[in-house]
């Protein structure tokens, strides 16, 4: 095929935001197409040269040159389908692909993967070539009625059908039977496509159907180039799995978790042996205890959204049943006022299987919907339904009820679950975990856990205690001021008359618009860079009131103006903003200015006692650092001599410390893929960081061929594999030493902003034990029980409520109320201060405190690790916000109290220790 480079690999990475495996069989499926004819009619010399370049691969299985990538579950198989199909078409004209799908469920998936712009997931989102002129889809509905000549109106036509219509010999009869708007001189549309010179073929799971007679029919439209994608290549067959001979990539479920999709975890009921109850008691047990996870999942994802600011996840609970008898069984229990007092009777629906095996597809759109926010199913009972196409995202917990244990179900029920909401993984154990609640024909999987070769390599056991003590709820905290005015809600709830809750109602209100003015004003953008701070600058900067200033006659007349605005565009929106008065009413202005300025004093009381003005402050990056190597050559006279690997081997026994020599065959291989020159130059990169391959390509090839020529004058030619395996470290160290001594790092330069005075108050959602009373913070908590528990009853605290995840944060706590030199103090949430560390990761302190004469950042650390790296580059971090914000304050003339950074060591914090003992220490 002629190479027409219209858009290359790394163009199309860019544009389809593929990921790393998909990036990299795009890299394979390219190198095979540029310098492999695949056209040829020689299959088995292809073959050879195709198992030269990839081991992996032996034969391509059919009449036809075709290739597997084998792709773990929540990759994105569809994507890299849509990435070759772009790449082929760009880049040698192909225009006609013909996609295979297993099942009914795919089918109507991949319709819309490949043939709907509006959706959400298609796969060509954004690709400019398809922008005015989208691939012609035709499909099993639609290829009968299509005309001739409409067939070349199009650049691309994507053919997408179910194996089905292969397999049943009357609906292949038919796609073969001659119809006028194909043509006499084809055998109807099969007879068409086998005639298209151009022909991909591209199979979804293939691994579903290619035992099947419609897999054997496919044969006969002999495509240009079979292209198939499945994430377990293999067959199960009476004798065991046959594996795929025609993969040429590969990337595993156990490469995939923990960077792709979630970790699967599997639980078990502490104290449980599974052998001593009945099949029945062990599906409710499991049951019970798998909605006890999916409650506690959901408390804990809609946290983590209102922290994150993101949309919630709502998740499902999957449950497996042996057979259709046996799911109406458990729908009936679940149901039932036995099961969480009949709350999931109408939560749950049921997919199976129609006679004979066969899937039952006419409940797919409920599956797919199972997604949205407005969809009330949380349970999903079904047998045989662990097949492909399930696109969900939001499936948190498997309960398989009585169902085999083969390798590949077990791939399949785990992968139903493996896709990850967010598209990424997030570091949140809950977010990116998968739960499946084991039974007695799933032990196995823990075993599997210890062994190298499993396809899940790592397990954890979550035990389930008692459902009373695992249920959880989530808890909102509060500002001060905001408890302020829900305390003013309560005794408006609890006024006898009319007319004090109407009072109570309008200074609730008041102090809402004053709390609202103030936030906008003192958090009003300043945009000053760190460059007009201690130079000649002649700028101007304009007043930016804090807290401190709220006393002030001008800062009262500004946040009266500010709340009256806020109220008036309130009104606009036809918000109420007093009962009794509007603003649509003449003359109610001056009378609702009136009752705001009547709660300005009491309102800036508490805004001042509880709240820390933190400035917002960022790095932004005015020169992009670069760095620059001269071109030089190689020094041959100072070139280290690397030792020749010997001829023996010496091999020692660890038990009985036994040794022997054996000779080798002096035949050393480099690593699979690699050419000596692209060896060398690999090792250089891992090694030096600053090298980038893009910039410097021709440099490197230089300096490795340079190396390989003076290695082969002092080494006999069939040594120089051996002296590279054997040395390629310190070889690489050798170059990258010459290469440092030719190269100038030009830095990035940043510049330093601060974009206001004073960020607002922040909270976040905390989950705890329903029912469970949130305790008082002098109160001594178990350790197992502390990360766990809410704490309250704080007077200098700036919220209500308070976590902890040491006990000498909470003593730490303790130390503070009682300290008389302390104002205020908060537990700040991770975007509450713009400090970032390392690679740009957000640091969350523990403490910000407030006291008389300064501001303090503080961070509680164990003794071991308060040299720690990490805990070195926060401290770093932390050190440089307080210096920043003290040369804005400064500069801005606020008057403001010294920022401070204390690292303080766990084994000092005791009760008896004030804030100043310990930053002393």
């Known amino acids: 095929m002629k190479n027409l480079n219209k858009m290359s690999v790394d163009a199309i990475f860019a544009r389809m935001n593929l990921r790393l495996p998909q990036y990299e069989s795009i890299k394979i499926l390219d190198d095979i197409c540029t310098n492999l004819d695949i056209a040829r009619e020689d299959l088995k010399s292809l073959e050879k040269e195709i198992n030269a370049k990839y081991p992996l691969f032996k034969e391509f299985e059919r009449e036809f040159p075709s290739l597997t990538f084998a792709i773990a579950t929540g990759v994105g198989k569809t994507r890299l389908m849509g990435a070759s199909i772009l790449y082929l078409y760009l880049n040698y004209g192909i225009k006609n692909f013909f996609v295979v799908a297993p099942n009914l469920t795919i089918y109507e998936k991949l319709k819309k993967d490949f043939g709907d712009p509006g959706y959400t997931k298609y796969v060509f989102k954004g690709i400019q070539q398809f922008a005015q002129n989208w691939p012609r889809l035709i499909t099993g509905e639609n290829y009968y009625t299509t005309k001739q000549g409409s067939l070349y109106d199009k650049n691309i036509t994507i053919n997408i059908f179910n194996i089905a219509k292969f397999n049943r010999g009357d609906e292949l009869s038919k796609i073969k039977k001659v119809n006028e708007n194909i043509g006499e001189e084809y055998k109807g549309y099969f007879g068409y496509l086998s005639k298209l010179p151009d022909l991909i073929m591209m199979m979804d799971e293939s691994h579903h159907y290619r035992a099947d007679a419609g897999f054997k029919a496919l044969n006969e439209l002999s495509p240009l180039l079979g292209l198939e994608f499945t994430a377990t290549p293999q067959v199960e067959g009476t004798k065991g799995a046959v594996k795929f001979r025609n993969v040429v990539y590969e990337y595993s479920l156990a490469r995939a978790i923990g960077n792709f999709v979630k970790t699967p975890w599997v639980a078990t009921k502490k104290n449980f042996n599974a052998k001593s109850a009945d099949d029945d008691a062990i599906d409710k047990i499991k049951l019970i205890d798998g909605l006890t996870i999916h409650r506690n999942t959901q408390a804990e994802l809609l946290a983590y959204a209102e922290n994150e600011g993101v949309r919630p996840v709502k998740p499902f609970v999957l449950v497996v049943c042996k057979d259709t008898k046996h799911a109406t069984y458990i729908i009936d229990y679940i149901k039932s006022a036995d099961f969480f007092d009949g709350y999931y009777n109408d939560k749950v629906i049921e997919i199976h299987s129609a006679q004979k095996g066969a899937e039952m597809d006419v409940n797919i759109e409920q599956l797919l919907k199972l997604e949205y926010a407005t969809n009330k199913i949380e349970i999903v009972v079904h047998v045989n339904m662990l097949k492909e196409g399930w696109d969900v995202t939001n499936l948190y917990t498997i309960i398989p009820l009585r169902v085999a244990a083969s390798l590949t179900l077990r791939e399949q029920t785990i992968g139903r679950g493996l896709r990850l909401p967010y598209g990424r993984i997030t570091g949140n154990e809950t977010v990116d975990r998968l739960t499946i609640v084991a039974h007695d024909l799933f032990n196995d999987i823990v075993k599997e856990a210890n062994n190298e070769n499993s396809i899940i390599r790592k397990q954890h056991i979550i035990e389930i205690e008692d459902l009373a003590e695992t249920e959880l709820e989530t808890i909102k905290p509060v500002t001060v001021f905001d408890e302020t005015i829900k305390h003013l809600s309560q005794k408006q709830h609890f006024a006898r008359s009319?007319?004090?809750?109407?009072?109570?109602?309008?200074?609730?209100?008041?102090?809402?618009?004053?709390?609202?003015?103030?936030?906008?004003?003192?958090?009003?953008?300043?945009?000053?860079?760190?460059?007009?701070?201690?130079?000649?600058?002649?700028?101007?900067?304009?007043?930016?009131?804090?807290?401190?200033?709220?006393?002030?006659?001008?800062?009262?007349?500004?946040?009266?103006?500010?709340?009256?605005?806020?109220?008036?565009?309130?009104?606009?929106?036809?918000?109420?903003?007093?009962?009794?008065?509007?603003?649509?009413?003449?003359?109610?202005?001056?009378?609702?200015?009136?009752?705001?300025?009547?709660?300005?004093?009491?309102?800036?009381?508490?805004?001042?006692?509880?709240?820390?003005?933190?400035?917002?402050?960022?790095?932004?990056?005015?020169?992009?650092?670069?760095?620059?190597?001269?071109?030089?050559?190689?020094?041959?006279?100072?070139?280290?001599?690397?030792?020749?690997?010997?001829?023996?081997?010496?091999?020692?026994?660890?038990?009985?410390?036994?040794?022997?020599?054996?000779?080798?065959?002096?035949?050393?291989?480099?690593?699979?893929?690699?050419?000596?020159?692209?060896?060398?130059?690999?090792?250089?990169?891992?090694?030096?960081?600053?090298?980038?391959?893009?910039?410097?390509?021709?440099?490197?090839?230089?300096?490795?061929?340079?190396?390989?020529?003076?290695?082969?004058?002092?080494?006999?030619?069939?040594?120089?594999?051996?002296?590279?395996?054997?040395?390629?470290?310190?070889?690489?160290?050798?170059?990258?030493?010459?290469?440092?001594?030719?190269?100038?790092?030009?830095?990035?330069?940043?510049?330093?902003?601060?974009?206001?005075?004073?960020?607002?108050?922040?909270?976040?959602?905390?989950?705890?034990?329903?029912?469970?009373?949130?305790?008082?913070?002098?109160?001594?908590?178990?350790?197992?029980?502390?990360?766990?528990?809410?704490?309250?009853?704080?007077?200098?605290?700036?919220?209500?409520?308070?976590?902890?995840?040491?006990?000498?944060?909470?003593?730490?706590?303790?130390?503070?109320?009682?300290?008389?030199?302390?104002?205020?103090?908060?537990?700040?949430?991770?975007?509450?201060?713009?400090?970032?560390?390392?690679?740009?990761?957000?640091?969350?302190?523990?403490?910000?405190?407030?006291?008389?004469?300064?501001?303090?950042?503080?961070?509680?650390?164990?003794?071991?690790?308060?040299?720690?790296?990490?805990?070195?580059l926060k401290t770093d971090a932390a050190k440089a916000y307080c210096t920043h914000a003290n040369a804005f304050n400064q500069k801005l003339n606020t008057n403001a109290k010294w920022w401070q950074y204390a690292l303080i060591s766990d084994y000092k914090v005791a009760r008896n220790m004030t804030l100043a003992g310990l930053i002393r220490g």
């Open 498 to 872: 009319e007319k004090t809750k109407e009072a109570l109602e309008e200074e609730k209100r008041s102090y809402e618009l004053v709390g609202k003015a103030i936030d906008a004003v003192i958090s009003k953008p300043v945009n000053l860079a760190i460059s007009d701070i201690g130079g000649d600058s002649k700028k101007t900067i304009a007043f930016i009131p804090t807290t401190n200033d709220l006393t002030k006659p001008e800062v009262r007349e500004l946040i009266i103006k500010e709340a009256m605005k806020i109220a008036e565009q309130e009104a606009q929106n036809q918000q109420q903003v007093f009962k009794s008065l509007d603003f649509s009413e003449d003359g109610k202005r001056a009378e609702i200015e009136k009752k705001i300025e009547e709660a300005y004093s009491p309102a800036i009381e508490v805004k001042k006692q509880f709240t820390i003005d933190i400035p917002a402050i960022s790095i932004v990056a005015t020169r992009t650092g670069s760095v620059e190597i001269k071109d030089f050559d190689i020094d041959p006279s100072g070139m280290y001599w690397f030792a020749s690997p010997a001829d023996e081997i010496v091999l020692e026994n660890l038990k009985s410390g036994e040794n022997k020599q054996i000779q080798s065959l002096d035949e050393y291989t480099l690593p699979e893929g690699h050419t000596q020159l692209t060896y060398i130059i690999n090792a250089i990169l891992n090694v030096n960081d600053l090298v980038d391959y893009a910039q410097n390509e021709g440099l490197l090839i230089k300096l490795a061929t340079q190396f390989l020529e003076w290695a082969n004058k002092k080494y006999a030619t069939n040594k120089i594999n051996g002296v590279l395996v054997a040395n390629i470290k310190d070889i690489a160290k050798e170059l990258s030493n010459e290469i440092n001594l030719h190269l100038k790092v030009i830095p990035s330069k940043h510049e330093v902003v601060l974009v206001n005075t004073a960020n607002v108050i922040q909270t976040e959602t905390y989950t705890k034990k329903k029912g469970e009373e949130i305790k008082q913070y002098t109160d001594y908590v178990p350790t197992c029980a502390l990360k766990k528990t809410v704490f309250d009853f704080f007077a200098k605290c700036c919220t209500n409520l308070c976590k902890f995840s040491s006990d000498p944060e909470r003593i730490f706590s303790i130390i503070l109320e009682k300290d008389p030199t302390v104002q205020k103090w908060l537990r700040p949430t991770i975007s509450q201060l713009s400090i970032t560390y390392g690679n740009g990761e957000r640091y969350q302190p523990d403490f910000i405190v407030e006291t008389d004469t300064a501001i303090y950042i503080i961070e509680i650390k164990a003794e071991k690790d308060m040299d720690d790296k990490i805990v070195v």
